[in-house]
């Protein structure tokens, strides 16, 4: 609500509605705007107000556009009201005076180019070949919501909760999408020329009105069902590291259950088609994403990612619901061909290992060896049980439960083998085999045998395989063998780069 005044010295109350910006003061001192048919209503204090109900009714004007009143040209003093360009030369001139030099190839993508990928539409293909570990590009949010989490503020008027109903689809969802709908809607609004970065994105069965993104009286026209629709086909989740995950960092949760701190779209990325055995991998610094190679990619070769956590049971009905396809990687196809009893074998083989596990961490400091030596073959026996349900070589199949357990199992022998050098060398044997579950070719890596550590073939990249690179590490420092150690400690850089964005802070 706001005192206004027309040209002919006339005041009213006015009253806007459903503005996006509601949140932000858009009723400046000195501002102006055109009330297209302006509608009189009653006021409560019994005097006449004009209300504006639709936001496209409201159209706020710059200091230099043409349509301001001449009689109003004098007053026009309110810094906010400077043109576009005014505002751009005023920042050019902080950036060189501060010398702020961009530390990232903000949008590099020479190495890549967006073509046909057969019938699922435009994907992304290399046009060089790259290593894993590589940069292939970076890219700055389109727009991003940044989801604080409930409580964490201390401030009661600060917990809002965001919730969109969507009565056609039958579901709600709270968090961070539907406030970046909201923001989406307000960006292109008001930049017309945005529009062409979202126009082609994927959005499924969905037909868009008709003039979509047309400029009508200067301003696009924005279909809010079609932009919610490409969010939800297109955003990411920006799931926080594990590393940051211990903080306690405040989460939200996805429209598909998956806790995620922030969402945001990013236009290019967003043209990377899923593959469980993907070869890219997408990390999150702020609202950058960054995204590097996890294998060596050949020249032509297509760039994937994983839309969902391969550990989700049910993500196969959720690619089909979602995305309007299926998986027929080997490791879904695997999946397809394994029974539910043997499912629930390795689910009970893991259970049975992981108290075996607690035990060992807790007697890691006292002098019981002989508890400590049976732990240790108890486990190993399960970790055998379970490889034998396995049919598939892993070459064909990674082993993701099976790497769980050999992962966990290394990192308490670490903890356990502090100084105790049987237990580092148990640790090294197990560390690498959980590895090899992940179809890493490891050449070498044992102790003794006086070839060092080197991956021939990086394998599959899944949390907490960082965890592991550092367990060997230590393992390697435990026994002696410090070359080993730092080339476990090269192959940790390398997966912190490509699971965390970078490896400066990795120490
Ligand atoms: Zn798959």
């Known amino acids: 609500m706001a005192i206004v005044e027309d040209e002919k010295s006339e005041v009213f109350l006015l009253q806007l509605y459903h503005q996006v910006e509601m949140t932000e003061d858009i009723l400046v001192p000195g501002g102006i705007l055109i009330i297209k048919d302006p509608y009189l209503k009653l006021t409560a204090d019994g005097r006449h107000g004009l209300r504006v109900d639709h936001v496209s009714d409201a159209v706020f004007l710059l200091a230099h556009d043409r349509r301001v009143p001449s009689c109003w040209h004098s007053e026009l003093t309110n810094p906010q009201l ?36 057969g019938s699922r539409g435009r994907g992304l293909f290399t046009t060089k070949a790259v290593k894993t570990g590589d940069l292939m590009f970076c890219e700055k949010a389109f727009a991003y919501a940044f989801h604080e ?26 968090g961070a999408q539907p406030e970046l709908i909201t923001m989406l809607v307000r960006k292109l609004y008001r930049n017309p020329s945005q529009t062409s970065a979202v126009k082609g994105l994927h959005c499924g069965s969905y037909s868009p009105v008709q003039g979509t993104f047309d400029i009508i009286d200067g301003m696009p026209v924005i279909d809010s069902f079609l932009l919610t629709r490409i969010l939800l086909l297109n955003s990411f989740g920006c799931k926080f590291p594990e590393k940051a ?48 190679a996890i294998a060596d990619i050949p020249v032509d ?107 966990d199992f290394a990192c308490a022998l670490t903890l356990t083998g502090a100084g105790l050098s049987s237990n580092a060398q148990k640790a090294i044997e197990i560390g690498l085999k959980a590895l090899r579950c992940l179809r890493f070719v490891i050449e070498s890596g044992s102790l003794g045998s006086n070839q060092g550590l080197v991956v021939k073939k990086w394998g599959y990249m899944a949390p907490g395989e960082l965890d592991c690179w550092i367990c060997l590490k ?27 964005g970078e490896a400066e802070t990795f120490q």
């Not at 001139?93 to 990928?117: C, K, M, T």
């Not at 063998?481 to 780069?497: I, P, W």
């Open 82 to 117: 400077k043109s576009a360009d005014f505002w751009k030369t005023k920042g050019k001139e902080f950036l060189v005076n501060q010398d702020i030099r961009p530390q990232l190839n903000i949008f590099d993508v020479g190495s890549l180019l967006i073509r046909q990928s």
């Open 149 to 174: 989490g409930e409580g964490t503020s201390g401030d009661s008027s600060r917990l809002t909760m965001n919730l969109l109903i969507d009565i056609n689809a039958n579901s709600f969802t709270s």
């Open 245 to 292: 995950g211990a903080l306690k960092r405040p989460v939200g949760i996805d429209r598909l259950g998956n806790v995620f701190p922030s969402l945001g779209l990013w236009t290019f990325a967003s043209h990377m088609h899923h593959s469980c055995l993907s070869n890219a991998f997408c990390s999150f610094i702020g609202d950058m994403t960054i995204v590097r």
């Open 474 to 500: 230590t393992a390697y420092d435990c026994t002696g063998s410090h070359e080993l150690a730092l080339a476990a400690e090269g192959c940790a850089k390398v997966c912190c780069r490509i699971q965390l």
């Open 301 to 407: 070769a297509e760039i994937t990612i994983q839309y969902l956590n391969p550990f989700n049971p049910q993500r196969q009905q959720k690619y089909i619901i979602n995305w309007a396809f299926a998986c027929d990687c080997a490791m879904c196809e695997d999946d397809d061909h394994t029974s539910d009893i043997v499912i629930a074998k390795r689910k009970r083989l893991g259970e049975s290992l992981q108290q075996l596990l607690r035990l060992l961490s807790r007697r890691g400091g006292s002098s019981g060896t002989a508890g400590i030596a049976s732990l240790i073959r108890k486990s190993s026996d399960l970790l055998a049980e379970m490889e034998e349900t396995y049919i598939k070589p892993t070459e064909e199949v990674p082993r993701l439960t099976l790497w769980v357990g050999y992962r």
